[in-house]
Nanobody, 125 residues
Framework: EVHLVESGGGSVQAGGSHRISCTAS????????VAWFRQAPGKEREGVAAMDSDGHTSYAHSVKGRFTISQDDATNTLALQMNSLKPEDTAAYYC???????????????????WGQGIQVTVSS
């Protein structure tokens, strides 16, 4: 059974850096596409970054150049390095996974089968 568990949530000062992780079990990340989404209160879930099974990465315009998605296939761990954080980055962050490539469909939450429960990242002014 596939399980995704996020870790590393917390409060961060604006302008600072933070790293969150997602540990997967029940599948091998090398054969799956993985992604990070976030959802702020009153807003829809938003795609942040994704990595297809071939290693290709995609980023939301709002985080391009600031966030980096990476994965360690040996440990089935997905990470999101967040730099130059802004208050607008405050949200619950979710990792997601699915078999195969998502291409442009990655930004659609319903395209992903497996989800973590989410962790809160709060960026203070």
């Amino acid at each position: 059974e596939v399980h995704l568990v996020e870790s590393g949530g917390g409060s961060v000062q604006a302008g600072g850096s933070h790293r969150i992780s997602c540990t997967a079990s029940g599948f091998t990340t090398s054969t799956y596409s993985v992604a990070w989404f976030r959802q702020a209160p009153g807003k829809e879930r938003e795609g942040v970054a994704a990595m297809d099974s071939d290693g290709h990465t995609s980023y939301a315009h709002s985080v391009k150049g600031r966030f980096t998605i990476s994965q360690d296939d040996a440990t089935n761990t997905l990470a999101l390095q967040m730099n130059s954080l802004k208050p607008e980055d405050t949200a619950a962050y979710y990792c997601a996974a699915d078999f195969g490539k998502k291409r442009d469909l990655w930004v659609v939450p319903s395209a992903w089968t497996y989800w973590g429960q989410g962790i809160q990242v709060t960026v203070s002014s």
